[in-house]
């Protein structure tokens, strides 16, 4: 009689879960990844795609594309809903069992609104391209809107922006966005000045970028306020509503609230019952796996993992990446698993975009800002992307913007479908009459 081939099961197309399906190849196992999206996505950049310098397709790609050489890997399109970890089994959505001999969850994270989620509806995070695209949608939307009024008042609510958190998200976020509101003639518009375009950067704490180095998170601070952007620190949020931020100290009334101050890990680990810190990770064993169920491995943005001073590693790509490589390689062949097997990260660096050819590296210990920085960034995020096609793509894209100044996906797409668009003309009424 056949015996039954082992099965591992991944669950998560993003950086962890492709870096482990590549470290199978040579597997002697059945592997099947599961993925709610069909697609893996370079969420590093969704900042692009937001602010219309990126289109979609340039840094996703079908998971299904990527793995395609490997036939022993299948993908299957669903929403796993539960963990059962005593039966090896897992359920999806629609009620589906699959069994599993190895499991290895790389589902990554969600924002955290910390108990308010009621505020996510109006301050939208990113985490997805249909998150970017609303956002996109949102920010030209205002521009245009504004571009029709006479009135410069009125036009000042249109044309200001709110990006809560001042980690590299937000603050690249912020930067981006002050290339495209502050610099409304190269685009085309002819009402609209530069000086009209408000840009505030909120963070609770008293600093920005904190996990670089100091004196790298001052030069970033000083980079967007050169580039007109307003950043509050120790400003904690107190509230969000409709069109409207408040702060410790009064309030700013704009549509366009962005959020980026902080992740939560997957709700799916909540299933496993097992010890999970403040942001809901798993706190993991040294090779990854979870106490008492040496089968099932968690990583990247879901697993709490220290580094060797006792800190929690970062929701880094790098992290996500080099856990994945390492525990596709553990279980890659049966009976060949390493007894203590631990995963040590090397940290290659940590940088974040500033804008128009500017950025801030911690590279090993060594600083750099400006723009060498940013051509360390780009080439770094260029070689990062998945498939040639897309890095030529972007590398294309990059070279034409800094030349030009023109951002090639200032589409508006979709107003009767996206989130706020059926609202837009009431909305533009309601902040005339705020302004009134
Ligand atoms: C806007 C933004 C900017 C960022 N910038 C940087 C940066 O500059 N540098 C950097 O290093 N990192 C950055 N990060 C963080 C980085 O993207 C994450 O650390 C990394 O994606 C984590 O990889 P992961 O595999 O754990 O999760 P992810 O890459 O998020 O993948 C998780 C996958 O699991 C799937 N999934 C989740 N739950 C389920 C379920 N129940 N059923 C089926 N599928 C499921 C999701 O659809 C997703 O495809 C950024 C993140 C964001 C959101």
Same mark, same amino acid.
């Given at each position: 009689?056949?015996?039954?081939?082992?099965?591992?099961?991944?669950?998560?197309?993003?950086?962890?879960?492709?870096?482990?399906?590549?470290?199978?190849?040579?597997?002697?196992?059945?592997?099947?990844?599961?993925?709610?999206?069909?697609?893996?996505?370079?969420?590093?950049?969704?900042?692009?795609?937001?602010?219309?310098?990126?289109?979609?397709?340039?840094?996703?790609?079908?998971?299904?594309?990527?793995?395609?050489?490997?036939? #022993?890997?299948?993908?299957?399109?669903?929403?796993?809903?539960?963990?059962?970890?005593?039966?090896?089994?897992?359920?999806?959505?629609?009620?589906?069992?699959?069994?599993?001999?190895?499991?290895?969850?790389?589902?990554?994270?969600?924002?955290?609104?910390?108990?308010?989620?009621?505020?996510?509806?109006?301050?939208?995070?990113?985490?997805?391209?249909?998150?970017?695209?609303?956002? #996109?949608?949102?920010?030209?939307?205002?521009?245009?809107?504004?571009?029709?009024?006479?009135?410069?008042?009125?036009?000042?609510?249109?044309?200001?922006?709110?990006?809560?958190?001042?980690?590299?998200?937000?603050?690249?976020?912020?930067?981006?966005?002050?290339?495209?509101?502050?610099?409304?003639?190269?685009?085309?518009?002819?009402?609209?000045?530069?000086?009209?375009?408000?840009?505030?950067?909120?963070?609770?704490?008293?600093?920005?970028?904190?996990?670089?180095?100091?004196?790298?998170?001052?030069?970033?601070?000083?980079?967007?306020?050169?580039?007109?952007?307003?950043?509050?620190?120790?400003?904690?949020?107190?509230?969000?509503?409709?069109?409207?931020?408040?702060?410790?100290?009064?309030?700013?009334?704009?549509?366009?609230?962005?959020?980026?101050?902080?992740?939560?890990?997957?709700?799916?680990?909540?299933?496993?019952?097992?010890?999970?810190?403040?942001?809901?990770?798993?706190?993991?064993?040294?090779?990854?796996?979870?106490?008492?169920?040496?089968?099932?491995?968690?990583?990247?943005?879901?697993?709490?993992?220290?580094?060797?001073?006792?800190?929690?590693?970062?929701?880094?790509?790098?992290?996500?990446?080099?856990?994945?490589?390492?525990?596709?390689?553990?279980?890659?062949?049966?009976?060949?698993?390493?007894?203590?097997?631990?995963?040590?990260?090397?940290?290659?660096?940590?940088?974040?975009?500033?804008?128009?050819?500017?950025?801030?590296?911690?590279?090993?210990?060594?600083?750099?800002?400006?723009?060498?920085?940013?051509?360390?960034?780009?080439?770094?995020?260029?070689?990062?992307?998945?498939?040639?096609?897309?890095?030529?793509?972007?590398?294309?894209?990059?070279?034409?913007?800094?030349?030009?100044?023109?951002?090639?996906?200032?589409?508006?797409?979709?107003?009767?479908?996206?989130?706020?668009?059926?609202?837009?003309?009431?909305?533009?009424?309601?902040?005339?009459?705020?302004?009134?």
């Amino acid at each position: 009689m056949e015996s039954k081939k082992r099965h591992i099961v991944i669950i998560g197309g993003g950086f962890g879960g492709i870096a482990t399906a590549k470290a199978l190849k040579n597997t002697d196992a059945d592997v099947t990844i599961i993925d709610r999206l069909n697609h893996h996505l370079f969420q590093p950049l969704l900042y692009q795609v937001a602010t219309a310098e990126l289109s979609p397709g340039d840094i996703a790609a079908p998971i299904r594309s990527i793995i395609n050489k490997n036939p #022993r890997i299948k993908v299957i399109l669903g929403e796993v809903e539960k963990i059962n970890p005593d039966k090896n089994t897992l359920q999806m959505r629609n009620g589906q069992i699959i069994p599993f001999d190895q499991l290895v969850m790389a589902t990554g994270a969600q924002y955290n609104y910390f108990g308010h989620e009621e505020w996510a509806e109006y301050a939208p995070g990113m985490k997805s391209v249909s998150d970017a695209l609303k956002v #996109r949608e949102k920010l030209l939307m205002s521009m245009e809107q504004a571009e029709g009024l006479d009135d410069s008042n009125k036009r000042k609510s249109l044309l200001t922006y709110v990006i809560i958190g001042g980690g590299p998200t937000g603050v690249e976020m912020a930067g981006a966005i002050a290339e495209v509101a502050g610099n409304g003639t190269k685009h085309g518009y002819r009402n609209i000045k530069p000086e009209e375009a408000r840009i505030y950067l909120i963070e609770a704490g008293p600093r920005i970028l904190n996990a670089f180095p100091e004196s790298l998170g001052e030069k970033a601070k000083k980079m967007l306020e050169k580039m007109g952007v307003k950043v509050l620190l120790n400003t904690p949020v107190t509230n969000i509503e409709k069109n409207k931020v408040y702060l410790k100290v009064g309030s700013i009334e704009t549509i366009n609230i962005i959020w980026a101050a902080g992740i939560k890990a997957s709700s799916l680990l909540d299933t496993l019952k097992v010890e999970q810190d403040r942001s809901g990770r798993v706190i993991v064993e040294p090779d990854l796996s979870i106490p008492q169920y040496p089968d099932i491995f968690i990583i990247g943005d879901s697993a709490h993992r220290v580094d060797k001073k006792g800190m929690p590693l970062p929701a880094l790509a790098p992290v996500a990446t080099q856990q994945g490589k390492f525990v596709g390689n553990l279980i890659a062949k049966e009976g060949k698993r390493k007894t203590n097997a631990k995963f040590v990260y090397t940290d290659k660096g940590t940088m974040a975009t500033i804008g128009r050819a500017k950025a801030v590296a911690d590279i090993r210990g060594l600083k750099f800002s400006g723009f060498f920085a940013w051509a360390l960034w780009s080439f770094i995020h260029v070689l990062s992307l998945i498939g040639f096609r897309n890095r030529t793509r972007v590398f294309v894209e990059w070279i034409w913007n800094y030349f030009t100044y023109k951002r090639g996906v200032r589409l508006i797409t979709d107003r009767s479908g996206c989130m706020h668009c059926t609202t837009y003309e009431k909305l533009h009424k309601e902040l005339l009459e705020v302004h009134a």
